[in-house]
Nanobody, 128 residues
Framework: QVQLVESGGGLVQAGDSLRLSCVAS????????MGWFRQAPGKEREFVGA????????SYADSVADRFTVSGDNAKNSVYLQMASLKPEDTAVYFC?????????????????????WGKGTLVTVSS
C-alpha cells in the first residue's frame, strides 16, 4: 500500500500563485507515476497533471497546461503542483494520486478509478 499526504492548500485571490505538496510513504517502489486531480462541488474528479517518477514524461489537462506545473523529487518521495494565475474556477479540493502505470487516456478521463492510490485532498479556494 501507498499513503499520500497533501499540503499547501488555502485561500488565495485571483491571479495569485500557490504550491501544493504531496509526500508518499509505504510501498514507494511500486509507484510509476504521481499526479494531481481536483474536484469542485457537484462535479466529477478531474485530471490536472501528472509526472512519471523518472521525470521524463508529464501530462496536463488543457485547462491548466499554460498555468500549472507538476514536478517531483524522488529523494523526498514527493510531488508538487505549482499553480500560477489562479482563477475562481480553479477552486476545488485537490487530490494527490499515484499509480503503478502511466496511462494518459485513463488519467484524463478522471474519476476515482483513474489512479491506484489517493490522498485525502487539500482545499484550494480562489476568490475573485
Amino acid at each position: 500500500q501507498v499513503q499520500l499526504v497533501e499540503s499547501g492548500g488555502g485561500l488565495v485571490q485571483a491571479g495569485d500563485s500557490l504550491r501544493l505538496s504531496c509526500v508518499a510513504s509505504g510501498h514507494i517502489a511500486s509507484i510509476f507515476a504521481m499526479g494531481w486531480f481536483r474536484q469542485a462541488p457537484g462535479k466529477e474528479r478531474e485530471f490536472v497533471g501528472a509526472i512519471t517518477r523518472d521525470g521524463f514524461s508529464t501530462s496536463y489537462a488543457d485547462s491548466v497546461a499554460d498555468r500549472f506545473t507538476v514536478s517531483g523529487d524522488n529523494a523526498k518521495n514527493s510531488v508538487y503542483l505549482q499553480m500560477a494565475s489562479l482563477k475562481p474556477e480553479d477552486t476545488a479540493v485537490y487530490f494527490c494520486a499515484a499509480d503503478r502505470t502511466w496511462n494518459v487516456p485513463v488519467m484524463k478521463r478522471g474519476g476515482a478509478s483513474a489512479m491506484d492510490y489517493w490522498g485525502k485532498g487539500t482545499l484550494v479556494t480562489v476568490s475573485s
